[in-house]
C-alpha cells in the first residue's frame, strides 16, 4: 500500500526553540496533506489541511502563526512548531490523500518541549 | 460533518471472529463510510470503506445496512495484533477526516 513517512519519529527541543517535522509520501503524489495533533488517551484532532502550492487552512482554534505549514512540493509538507512551549508537547500525525482519495497517514511524531 | 457513534471499548477472544458496530443515522447520500485503526504510539491505518454494498479486503470485512444508517467492520479471526483503536468516520468526496472517539478493541489470549 501506499507510505507516508514523517520524520523525525521523536524529538526534544528547549522551550523557546522552533522545530520542523517532515511528511512525505514515499510513492504517489499527494495533492492534500493533513496535520493532525493527538494528546494521549485522545482523538486525533485535526490542525490543518494543506494543499500544494497554497497556503494551509487552519481549523478553529489552532495558531496558524504558531504552526507554520508548507506543501511545496506533491510528495512534502512540512509542519514548523515555533517558539515551542511544554503545552505543545504532543504526538503530531501527517496524512496524504491519493489520486483515488484514499487518504494514509504516517507513523507520527512524538515532540517534547522541554 | 455526520456523526458516528461507536463503541467505546470491546473485547474478543484471539481467533474469533470480531463484529464492530457504527452507528450513522444521519449520514448523507454521498458519504462513504470509512474504517480506520489506531494501534498504540502509531499514525492510523487504513483498513476498509465503502458506500453501499458490502466491501471484504485482506484485512477485514464492511458490511453496511440497507439503509446505511448503520454498518460493521468484520474482523474474520482476530490475533493479539489486532488490538487498536477502530475508528469508523463518513467522509465525502475531498473531504478530510474528522476523528472521533472510536472503539478499542481488546483482544484476550
Known amino acids: 500500500g501506499a507510505v507516508v513517512s514523517q520524520h523525525p519519529s521523536r524529538v526534544i527541543c528547549k522551550s523557546g526553540t522552533s522545530v520542523k517535522i517532515e511528511c512525505r509520501s514515499l510513492?504517489?503524489?499527494?495533492?492534500?496533506m493533513f496535520w493532525y495533533r493527538q494528546f494521549p488517551k485522545q482523538s486525533l484532532m485535526l490542525m490543518a489541511t494543506s494543499n500544494e502550492g497554497s497556503k494551509a487552512t487552519y481549523e478553529q482554534g489552532v495558531e496558524k502563526d504558531k504552526f507554520l505549514i508548507n506543501h511545496a512540493s506533491l510528495t512534502l509538507s512540512t509542519l514548523t512548531v515555533t517558539s515551542a512551549h511544554p503545552e505543545d508537547s504532543s504526538f503530531y500525525i501527517c496524512?496524504?490523500?491519493?489520486?483515488?482519495?484514499?487518504?494514509?497517514f504516517g507513523e507520527g511524531s512524538w515532540l517534547t518541549v522541554v | 460533518d455526520a456523526k458516528t457513534t461507536q463503541p467505546n471499548s470491546m473485547e474478543s477472544n484471539e481467533e474469533e471472529p470480531v463484529h464492530l458496530p457504527c452507528n450513522h443515522s444521519?449520514?448523507?447520500?454521498?458519504?462513504?463510510i470509512h474504517w480506520y485503526r489506531q494501534l498504540p504510539s502509531q499514525g492510523p491505518e487504513y483498513v476498509i470503506h465503502?458506500?453501499?454494498s458490502n466491501v471484504n479486503n485482506r484485512m477485514a470485512s464492511l458490511a453496511i445496512a440497507e439503509d446505511r444508517k448503520s454498518s460493521t467492520l468484520i474482523l474474520h479471526r482476530a490475533t493479539l495484533r489486532d488490538a487498536a483503536v477502530y475508528y469508523c468516520?463518513?467522509?465525502?468526496?475531498?473531504?478530510?477526516?474528522?476523528f472521533g472517539t472510536g472503539t478499542r478493541l481488546t483482544i484476550i489470549p
Open positions: 496524512s496524504a490523500r491519493d489520486m483515488l482519495d484514499t487518504i494514509y
Open positions: 465503502g458506500l453501499t
Open positions: 510513492d504517489f503524489q499527494a495533492t492534500t
Open positions: 468516520i463518513l467522509k465525502g468526496g475531498n473531504e478530510k477526516l474528522t
Open positions: 444521519t449520514i448523507s447520500g454521498t458519504d462513504y
